[in-house]
């Protein structure tokens, strides 16, 4: 294929708009709540799958990556960094929901949660998940002009119904061709770095450590006090891959090779020649210029849920091994493009009792070279008390655990049936 044929054919594969039939199809499933029949990379929780996860977005945290570590803290095992329930859930048997809507050629963009946890998810544990789309709204954007605003619940348990978290996940979903006409960040150029530059990101790193053992109790916490700021970057594609390696960016089920082609014939729309004229994903703008560019971005970019994960890294390494990150309301506001250099800050806000545990509230955010803040969030963290003692897990909802027990009664029984007539 020519240079000229491979453009066109990008620009091509961006010329679909939205159409009244699926926004109509999305509006009738507001609302509805189903066991999800969706299978990740991973699973279930091993040593292997907390430690990559981890490591994919740089958190060196022994209680998640060391197997024995954690034997001698409060949680008796290691357990996994909170935002390993976007990358693990196992396909749940149960009543079908509705077909999803294809919203073919149109392009998704993470741009925040809201995530509640309850209990850690241990080694051995598998996730299921419940829930479904609550909203979904009509936005102008300054990026790609007519957009939807779109937010889906999901409730995470484990194999015993156990829910383990509540997340909210906010979409912004964009036409690609509006977006690349609209030319919003053609301005923007690649980042580059002076040997001395990278020498004062490095003393960031050399100053990052998790507080691990070391108790923080909340009396000793001032309104004001600043976290350990974490250096992110400057991002690579390396960085991209290893972050997929985690186990991230699986819902279109890419494959390799000969599964490769039967996704392919499966969902066609998510495959659009490359320069050689090869078919290839749809998500490949994370790491191929041309097509980022074809979608109106200058270079390819990074996953919001990197950035989530890389705001939850600050929170953990913060409150050491006792606390307990209860909530995180975050916002991704712009781009983090190839070569974007990140330093996550945080400061706390407010100090309370709530119930029976102690919280701190923090603002977190990620500002970039440029000087953007590009990420922020809201967070609450439980830590022991001198007074009141160790921190004790929330409760969730009841209706939502009722809900679980009764998902994972009706799975248990039809998988039962399913290996009994194997």
Known sequence: ???????????????????????????????????????????????????????SYGDDNPLYVDPYYGRKTRWAGQICPPMIIQ????????????????FRGIQVFVSGSATHWYRPVREGDTLYKFGGPESFVEKESAFAGRSFISTNREIHMNQNAE?????????????????????????????????EDIA?????????????????????????????PLAKGPLTTTDIILFLCGGYGF?????????????????PAFYIPND????????????????????????????GV??????????????????????????????NYIGDLHVMQGEVTAKRIEGDNHVVEIAVKGVNQRGDTTCMATAVVALPSRDAGPVVLPTPPADLQQN?????????????KAQAEA
């Open 200 to 228: 004062k990101v490095d003393e960031i790193y050399a100053a990052e450590k998790p507080r691990g053992a070391e108790m923080r109790y909340w009396e000793d916490v001032n309104i004001g006090d600043q976290l350990q």
């Open 87 to 102: 990358v693990m859930n196992r396909d749940m048997r149960g009543e079908k929901a509705p077909k999803r809507v294809p």
């Open 163 to 195: 829910i383990v978290a509540i997340s909210r996940t906010t979409s912004v979903m964009a036409e690609r061709k509006a977006a690349r006409d609209k030319k919003t960040n053609a301005a923007i150029e690649p980042a580059s770095y002076k040997p």
């Open 251 to 267: 819902h279109y089920k890419p494959a390799a090779l000969r599964l490769g082609y039967k996704n392919r014939k499966r969902i």
């Open 1 to 55: 294929m020519s240079e000229t044929d491979a453009k066109a054919a990008l620009l091509a594969a961006t010329n679909e708009t939205f159409k009244d039939e699926d926004i109509e199809t999305q509006r009738k499933r507001l609302g509805g709540v189903f066991a999800s029949d969706y299978r990740e990379q991973i699973t279930q929780a091993t040593h292997d799958t907390m430690r990559n996860f981890a490591r």
């Open 276 to 303: 050689q004229g090869v078919p290839d994903i749809a998500m490949r703008l994370h790491w191929d210029r041309d097509w980022a560019q074809a979608n109106g971005n200058p270079m390819p970019y990074d996953y």
């Open 306 to 335: 990197m950035r989530d994960s890389w705001m939850t890294h600050v929170l953990t390494d913060w409150m050491g091994d006792d606390g307990w990150l209860v909530m995180m309301d975050s916002t991704i506001r712009k781009f």
């Open 404 to 416: 679980a027990l009764k998902l994972m009664e009706i799975h248990n029984r039809l998988e039962a």
